[in-house]
């Protein structure tokens, strides 16, 4: 089946660092996305990883291991408008390339 | 360059009718996605449409279908509405068979079952 886990709710503070862990099982893999959501809003792209390693892109990081079938997303130097949450998504190659979604994270911040 | 459009941004209706939502993707997608979230919770895949055909569907009721046009807009029906079905509904679009280009998503339509 196809599967994607991601932690419900996390709480960090202010100028922290945290991480955000992701798993998947799918059929096949075609790559992994991050997305934030703001309450209420619709999602926006953060990051994509296809092969292993990790891609900086500012504050925000991103980490995938293929062979583990696992992925994080790193958040530095955390600022209250990171509160959001944090969406998880494997494009799935062998189902057409159908997207498929873990069920967000809900990251708060306190000061 | 327009991104992902739907309508409306706000539906209010009565238990038992049928709602009708509507998504625009941009210019060149041919993938559709709809996906419900109640308030607080994540993304619930409901439907996918893939030049004109339904590719999947997820583990929603037979009352919620769709269907996609051929200039690749999308319509979302949800008939006999039940309170429970108060949620944003969004869409989001994709290139056909795209590796690495990101689905992007509309502003949702807010539906509230009164």
């Known amino acids: 089946g196809q599967n994607i886990d991601q932690p419900t709710e996390m709480t960090a503070t202010e100028g922290a660092i945290v991480q955000i862990n992701c798993t998947y099982q799918t059929s096949g893999f075609n790559g992994l996305f991050w997305y934030q959501q703001h309450a209420g809003e619709a999602p926006t792209f953060l990051s994509y990883n296809v092969l292993d390693g990790l891609e900086e892109k500012g504050r925000f990081s991103s980490f995938l291991s293929r062979s583990k079938g696992y992925s994080y997303l790193l958040l530095k130097e955390l600022q209250m408008k990171d509160s959001a949450s944090y969406l998880c998504a494997v494009r799935d190659g062998e189902s057409n390339y159908q997207l498929i979604w873990g069920a967000g994270t809900k990251l708060i911040i306190k000061p | ?114």
């Open chain 2, 1 to 114: 360059e327009a991104g992902v459009t739907q309508s409306p941004t706000h539906l209010i209706k009565t238990r038992g009718q049928q709602a009708t939502l509507r998504c625009s993707p941009i210019s060149g997608h041919t993938s559709v996605y709809w996906y419900q979230q109640a308030l607080g919770l994540g993304l619930q895949f409901l439907l996918w449409y893939d030049e004109g055909e339904e590719r999947n569907r997820g583990n929603f009721p037979p009352r919620f279908s769709g269907r996609q046009f051929p200039n690749y807009s999308s319509e979302l029906n949800v008939n006999a509405l039940e309170l429970e079905d108060s949620a944003l509904y969004l869409c989001a679009s994709t290139p056909q068979g795209a590796g690495n280009t990101e689905a992007f998503f509309g502003q949702g339509t807010r539906l509230t079952v009164v």
